[in-house]
């Protein structure tokens, strides 16, 4: 199965939406749309407007290869999880997004950790939906994975400071 998630941002998404549901008109693959404020109704794809938490994250897990936005707390989450998302990034320039913060995150995201198949052209998310095994199979999801463990020891060394 492959999960696909929007955000819930107001500006629709409909390059993704349109290419995902051509897409899986054409492979023999479940697909499941979240939706988010897009008007277009799929019509290869299971999908809503919106999911809950519990929902998403068992989605999540069921899916082969989950297809985000590219807001960072969406494939940050799906990192967490253990797998490489496939995000393609709004454009401001086609109404997607009120400016390309997406593009530019992403950009500098992967930058740093190369734990993340960023898609720009919309024409090529088949090709990397065929290819995601192999595209993939020498990254590691952990790699970028929660910082709270770090935070956490950082602030007991500070409290231990404070009572010695």
Same mark, same amino acid.
């Given at each position: ?6 955000? %819930? ?6 390059? #993704? ?7 899986? @008109? ?9 939706? @988010?404020? %897009? ?27 989950v297809v985000t936005h590219g807001g960072p ?8 999880? @253990? ?8 454009n401001s320039k086609l109404g997607e997004h009120? !400016? ?27 090709? !990397? ?27 007991? @060394?500070?409290?231990?400071? #404070?009572f010695q």
């Amino acid at each position: 199965m492959i999960f696909v998630t929007v955000g %819930t941002h107001e500006q629709p998404f409909n390059r #993704l939406v349109e290419y995902i549901d051509r897409w899986a @008109g054409e492979h023999d693959e479940e697909v499941v749309i979240q939706l @988010g404020f %897009t008007r277009i109704e799929p019509k290869n794809c299971k999908w809503q407007p919106f999911y809950s938490h519990d929902d998403m994250i068992d989605m999540i897990r069921k899916a082969r290869v989950v297809v985000t936005h590219g807001g960072p707390c969406c494939y940050m989450e799906v990192l967490r999880m @253990g797998k490489i998302p496939v995000v393609v990034p709004r454009n401001s320039k086609l109404g997607e997004h009120v !400016d390309d913060h997406q593009i530019k995150i992403c950009h500098e995201y992967l930058k740093h950790y190369n734990n993340i198949l960023l898609v720009e052209d919309i024409d090529k998310l088949g090709d !990397d939906l065929s290819s995601y095994d192999e595209l993939t199979g020498s990254m590691k999801a952990e790699e970028r994975m929660s910082n709270n463990p770090v935070f956490c020891e950082k602030m007991s @060394g500070l409290i231990d400071q #404070l009572f010695q």
